[in-house]
């Protein structure tokens, strides 16, 4: 079982900055993969970024070049650093953990969810 608190939303103005946060707690060790996603009223949830435990990331063509994702394991802690925030990335962000077990089951994880307002 992994338990995922995010934290670091907020208001900001277009061209803003924000750093969401990931406190992972529980399995830790058995989490292979973090991601965010986002889901903006009337729409449906879509990927945001993830993080392999191998170091690699994937973004959304919408925030490549203005997200970045990481991931620190020695505080169980992922990131998003959200830079040149647009009025479109407005949306309730959601943290989630991929686990693999030993028979290979994957499940996920995911947080409560953290608001992120933008304005133009």
């Known amino acids: 079982q992994v338990q995922l608190v995010e934290s670091g939303g907020g208001l900001v103005q277009a061209g803003g900055s924000l750093r969401l946060s990931c406190v992972a707690s529980g399995s830790i060790s058995s989490i292979s993969t973090m991601g965010w996603f986002r889901q903006a009223p009337g729409k449906q949830r879509e990927l945001v970024a993830t993080?392999?435990?191998?170091?690699?990331?994937n973004y959304a063509d919408s925030v490549k070049g203005r997200f970045t994702i990481s991931r620190d394991n020695a505080k169980s802690t992922g990131y998003l650093q959200m830079n040149n925030l647009k009025p479109e990335d407005t949306a309730v962000y959601y943290c989630n953990a991929r686990t693999m077990s030993w028979s290979r089951r994957e499940r996920d994880y995911w947080g409560q969810g953290t608001q992120v307002t933008v304005s133009s």
């Open positions: 993080i392999a435990s191998g170091g690699s990331t």
